[in-house]
């Protein structure tokens, strides 16, 4: 399986070159550059990884879209996404990788299940609150709905459309599992521990907008399905599952 990860990217010039150069170990690398205006495509002069850069600051969607395309014209298999902030360890992506092998076909989430201790309260309160509503939308249990480190099939990207403009920052990550869902794609969880740096920047998440798109769109893909009791009772009966052989 060729796979290549893609690292979206704003102003992270402290953190960035150390999750590239890592990354850099296990498959070949791409940081987005997303319009930043510090030293973040400076700092990755020395190292190994294709720099692709967004026209302005264009928001996460776009940046990680556009690293898709790249991949997809490279001819990858698959495509492995994480953070450049240092949230997400990189010495993970080859269980991502063994995890997507075992499930062909599947997108393959670094869930944050292990050491829960260390997530701020309200951080966890959300991401539980995310995983029920985009578990009910996606018509099965999602682990981590919230997780950015995933890896994608590149035969799922083919088949996706959707809206990546800047409002949808945030909201992409959450509606692709549904939409690859509608698409019969699932997601298999890899459990991963749970890194939240003391020295870590600002989350460029904003709670209130950020999570108000996130709402409107699980909402409005419900309306359209008619709330969709069906799959708010698998998602319900998989959660419980999962609980009982936990």
């Known amino acids: 399986m060729r796979v290549v990860a893609v690292i979206p990217?704003?102003?992270?010039?402290?953190?960035?070159?150390g999750v590239a150069e890592r990354a850099r170990r296990y498959c070949p690398v791409v940081v987005v550059d997303d319009g930043s205006t510090?030293?973040?495509?400076?700092?990755?002069?020395?190292?190994?990884?294709?720099v692709l850069r967004n026209e302005g600051n264009r928001g996460k969607a776009a940046s990680l879209w556009n690293g898709f395309a790249h991949a997809l014209a490279s001819?990858?298999?698959?495509?492995?996404?994480?953070?450049?902030?240092?949230?997400?360890?990189p010495e993970e992506i080859p269980r991502l990788v063994a995890?997507?092998?075992?499930?062909?076909?599947?997108?393959?989430?670094?869930?944050r299940t292990v050491k829960q201790d260390r997530v701020p309260p309200l951080r966890l309160f959300a991401n539980r609150t995310a995983n029920f509503w985009i578990s009910w939308a996606a018509g099965y249990h999602v682990?981590?709905?919230?997780?950015?480190?995933?890896?994608?099939p590149a035969a799922l990207l083919r088949r996706l459309a959707l809206p990546v403009d800047r409002s949808r920052s945030?909201?992409?990550?959450?509606?692709?599992?549904?939409?690859?869902?509608?698409?019969?794609?699932?997601?298999?969880?890899v459990p991963v521990e749970?890194?939240?740096?003391?020295?870590?920047?600002?989350?460029?998440?904003?709670?209130?907008?950020d999570t108000a798109r996130i709402v409107g769109m699980v909402g409005g893909r419900l309306l359209r399905r008619g709330m969709d009791p069906p799959g708010l009772w698998r998602s319900l009966r998989e959660r419980a599952r999962s609980r009982g052989h936990s």
């Open 9 to 17: 990217a704003f102003n992270e010039a402290a953190t960035v070159a």
């Open 38 to 50: 510090d030293d973040t495509v400076a700092s990755l002069a020395d190292v190994d990884v294709t």
């Open 75 to 89: 001819g990858f298999d698959a495509v492995v996404t994480l953070d450049a902030d240092g949230q997400h360890a």
């Open 99 to 111: 995890a997507a092998e075992a499930n062909p076909g599947s997108i393959v989430i670094a869930a």
């Open 143 to 152: 682990t981590d709905s919230q997780s950015g480190f995933r890896l994608y």
């Open 170 to 189: 945030f909201v992409f990550e959450s509606e692709v599992l549904i939409a690859a869902a509608r698409l019969g794609v699932r997601s298999v969880p």
């Open 194 to 209: 749970a890194i939240y740096p003391d020295n870590a920047r600002p989350s460029h998440y904003h709670g209130a907008r």
